[in-house]
């Protein structure tokens, strides 16, 4: 079982920044926040992983809190292209760190 | 740098007939993995390959469902006799090195599989 919980949907305003939270109270210290992505009709597509400090890459800025338990993904203009499945993944090693998809959050970027 | 390729794109079958489907890894990459995803579901581990070898098919009906990766490259998945709730899209992905808690997985457009 997945180890994050996420809102089922969001909508965000194209060239605004979309914020995505992602809880995991469970999280053990040398786990893994990942994030991937999946638009329509592709496969999943990484973005962006971190496990204490935030984390900033050409996609997407990822800030965790200090207590680790939740994540925040922040694609800071987001667009049209953005629209898509957002999957946070917490990278468990009792499971030989395998991705466990979860259902995500569907992001909806609207004009 | 070319991405994970899959073939066929598409394919509809009906059931108790068998299908395979085919991947390439990303040139390099020692780890495969083959997930399921169901409309509506996150994509689910079927398999993982390291090199030619097996490291993880707990999540794999074996009574139906086979994988092969001889020469530590490529690979098939076979399905055989198919179900209705076999009906998915099967993807491929590929990493550098095995199950690390920071190893990348770079996934294929996958396979659409209809069984009618």
């Known amino acids: 079982d997945a180890k994050t919980t996420q809102p089922t949907s969001m909508d965000c305003a194209e060239g605004r920044a979309a914020n995505l939270p992602c809880n995991h109270s469970?999280?053990?210290?040398?786990?893994?926040v990942y994030w991937y992505r999946q638009i329509h009709s592709q496969g999943p597509q990484y973005i962006i992983h971190?496990?204490?400090n935030n984390e900033t890459n050409e996609m997407a800025s990822l800030i965790i809190t200090e207590d680790r338990k939740s994540s925040t993904l922040i694609l800071p203009h987001a667009t049209l292209r953005d629209t898509a499945v957002y999957y946070c993944?917490?990278?468990?090693?009792?499971?030989?760190?395998?991705?466990?998809f979860g259902a995500g959050t569907i992001l909806r970027v609207k004009s | 740098e070319a991405g994970v390729a899959q073939s066929p794109r598409y394919k509809i079958i009906e059931k108790r007939q068998s299908v395979a489907f085919w991947c390439n890894p990303i040139s390099g990459h020692a780890t495969l993995y083959w997930y399921q995803q169901i409309l509506g579901q996150g994509p689910k581990l079927l398999i993982q390959?390291?090199?030619?070898?097996?490291?993880?098919d707990s999540q794999l009906p074996k009574d139906r469902f086979s994988a092969e990766r001889l020469k530590g490259v490529d690979s098939t998945l076979k399905i055989q006799p198919a179900k209705l709730e076999d009906s998915a899209v099967y993807l491929c992905?590929?990493?550098?090195?095995?199950?690390?808690?920071?190893?990348?997985?770079?996934f294929g457009p996958g396979t659409r599989l209809t069984v009618l």
């Open positions: 971190g496990l204490k």
């Open positions: 993944i917490v990278r468990v090693m009792e499971y030989g760190n395998k991705l466990v």
């Open positions: 469970t999280i053990s210290g040398n786990e893994y």
């Open positions: 992905a590929s990493s550098l090195t095995r199950g690390q808690s920071t190893d990348t997985q770079y």
């Open positions: 390959f390291q090199n030619n070898g097996v490291v993880d």
